[in-house]
């Protein structure tokens, strides 16, 4: 976990004063003048019946808060000091929506974001900086980088951790380390050479580390099922995007293994023979040698010009397709009527026409189609009984 920014005393302190703020004293001299009359009941009622006026959103005003942008910001302080956090997001939120043009607004919001981070609420957290930092880009915590580095904390801190009864964080999903790796680009973009890069290059190295323990977790997950060009391209693209991590062995050991698997003879030794050399103290580096020393005997020495097995991806088959008379769609009844019309009219085609001179003696009679025979109803046929 990385450590957490120190408080700035220039943040949660007592901003100058801002001269001109509003004040509420004409409007407490109305209402107690008012107290005590029906009219102030009239006016009470009318008002629930209207609902909300304007836009008076947030907390009410009562006793408990103070009559300035400053006195409530200082209550905000006071309960960020005192660990209450649910409170001084109360007081920072009023202060942002009843004062929302006083300089004390704007520190408000800083101070919301990071109660939501104490309160371990690490999404909402991200959000609030990262609007923060949007909002504010010459606020002195934008500027010297800080704001932009919480914003990758908070990204950081919301990624899954290893908890009980629970899969490790390699098994679980790594959308928000990588998230957190794209905050840290825009901070060394940014703000590259501030206080706050040692901090950010540890949490980098920190984020890479996890993020390789799962491509290691994918490649071992591949090779169980007996996919190994699969993993092989998970442990290269690791090795090449992961570098100086700390698992380099782990990576180099286990690819040298794939490639032994599938009889890339050349390609393991050479694997072999770099993990022996950048780790020779690691168990890995020595199981190395024991390998080097296994392929020697077995395939004999180094040989570029040895046949590679074939590794082109397969082709995809076509399936069996059915044969037309074997099933029927359900356009069937559709293709049978339209035969039943097409042969009608190839009758019609077929019956010859009537000449148009009656008395000509070549004259030829059309041909008579049989009449059908008319069957008998079932009552006709039956005979009498005897």
């Known amino acids: 976990m990385p450590n957490r920014p120190k408080r700035d005393a220039s943040a949660a302190g007592d901003p100058p004063d801002h001269a001109g703020a509003p004040t509420l004293d004409r409007g407490r001299?109305?209402?107690?003048?008012?107290?005590?009359?029906?009219?102030?009941?009239?006016?009470?009622?009318?008002?629930?019946?209207?609902?909300?006026?304007?836009?008076?959103?947030?907390?009410?005003?009562?006793?408990?808060?103070?009559?300035?942008?400053?006195?409530?910001?200082?209550?905000?302080?006071?309960n960020f000091n005192d660990r209450d956090w649910e409170d001084a997001i109360t007081y920072a939120d009023f202060v942002r929506i009843r004062f929302p043009f006083s300089r004390y607004a704007v520190e408000a919001e800083l101070l919301i974001a990071r109660a939501e981070y104490e309160l371990k609420n690490?999404?909402?957290?991200?959000?609030?900086?990262?609007q923060f930092l949007r909002?504010?880009?010459?606020?002195?915590?934008?500027?010297?980088?800080?704001?932009?580095?919480?914003?990758?904390?908070?990204?950081?801190?919301?990624?899954?951790n290893s908890v009980p009864f629970l899969p490790p964080h390699y098994q679980r999903d790594q959308a928000l380390l990588r998230e957190t790796l794209v905050e840290l680009d825009y901070f060394f973009d940014h703000h590259a050479g501030s206080e706050m890069e040692p901090l950010a290059r540890e949490l980098e190295a920190d984020v890479k580390r996890r993020l390789l323990e799962h491509e290691l977790y994918v490649a071992r997950f591949h090779l169980d099922g007996d996919r190994p060009e699969a993993a092989i391209m998970r442990l290269e693209a690791?090795?090449?995007?992961?570098?100086?991590?700390?698992?380099?062995?782990?990576?180099?050991?286990?690819?040298?293994?794939?490639?032994?698997?599938?009889?890339?003879?050349?390609?393991?030794?050479?694997?072999?023979?770099?993990?022996?050399?950048?780790?020779?103290?690691?168990?890995?580096?020595?199981?190395?040698?024991?390998?080097?020393?296994?392929?020697?005997?077995?395939?004999?020495?180094?040989?570029?010009?040895?046949?590679?097995?074939?590794?082109?991806?397969?082709?995809?088959?076509?399936?069996?397709?059915?044969?037309?008379?074997?099933?029927?769609?359900?356009?069937?009844?559709?293709e049978q009527r339209k035969k039943k019309r097409e042969g009608k009219a190839d009758e019609d085609e077929q019956t010859p026409t009537v000449?148009?001179?009656?008395?000509?003696?070549?004259?030829?009679?059309p041909e008579k189609k049989p009449a059908k025979s008319e069957k008998k109803p079932p009552e006709a046929e039956k005979k009498p009984p005897a």
């Open 135 to 160: 909002l504010h880009p010459t606020h002195k915590h934008v500027r010297n980088g800080w704001v932009a580095y919480m914003v990758a904390v908070s990204a950081y801190m919301a990624s899954p």
């Open 238 to 334: 690791a090795h090449d995007t992961y570098p100086g991590i700390g698992l380099d062995a782990e990576v180099l050991f286990l690819l040298g293994v794939t490639y032994l698997r599938i009889d890339e003879i050349e390609l393991a030794r050479e694997i072999f023979t770099e993990l022996q050399m950048q780790h020779p103290d690691h168990h890995h580096g020595q199981q190395a040698k024991l390998y080097l020393k296994y392929m020697q005997e077995r395939y004999g020495p180094a040989d570029p010009n040895r046949p590679r097995p074939d590794r082109s991806p397969p082709v995809p088959t076509t399936p069996a397709q059915a044969k037309p008379e074997q099933f029927k769609d359900f356009r069937w009844r559709k």
């Open 122 to 130: 690490y999404v909402t957290a991200q959000d609030a900086f990262r």
């Open 29 to 78: 001299r109305f209402l107690a003048r008012l107290s005590g009359s029906v009219g102030l009941v009239t006016l009470l009622a009318s008002a629930a019946l209207a609902g909300p006026i304007g836009c008076a959103s947030g907390p009410n005003l009562s006793d408990e808060y103070g009559q300035t942008a400053r006195e409530n910001y200082e209550l905000a302080v006071a």
């Open 355 to 365: 000449p148009s001179d009656a008395g000509d003696a070549g004259a030829a009679e």
